[in-house]
């Protein structure tokens, strides 16, 4: 092991000026820490686009979680990260179009309280999409009268 003069560092450990105070989180124990939007579209061999959807999370105040850039494609483990992550985020962005596993996320966030927003409108809308869910137009992302959703009153 190399020796090192009096008061240097070796490459990669941060001098004392440079640690976290006591208490105060780093940048990526901030990050960690601020509120998500749950990213709800295709993700394996049709992708969607998600710049509207980071458009309409940055107009939230939140982050997009995707898990195509969090979770593996693989059974149990990335169901079971998809429904933490659902549960811990503020609410859920869906861009369609999606497949089975975007439908069952749309119903899990709809039964645990989740906002949801979709962009556009869902291909072959049926009426399970229509109980708790917000319509957003694509461009300006404000409400679309003619596919506001039921909204149940509990």
Known sequence: MAAFA????????????????????????SRLRMKYAYYC?????EQTDPGVAQCLARSLGL???NPKDRVTCDFPTGAFACREAIDQAACVICQP???????????????????IYVIGSLENDDWMTKIGVLY??????????HLVAVREEV
């Open 6 to 29: 009096a008061g240097a560092n070796p490459v990669g450990v941060p001098s004392p000026a440079k640690q976290p105070r006591p208490g105060k989180p780093t940048l990526f124990e």
């Open 41 to 45: 579209a295709k993700c394996k061999s």
């Open 63 to 65: 982050l997009l979680w």
């Open 97 to 115: 179009p999606i497949g089975n596993d975007c439908s069952w996320e749309l119903g899990y966030a709809v039964g645990v309280g989740k906002d």
């Open 136 to 145: 957003l137009d694509p461009r300006s992302l404000t409400i679309t009268p």
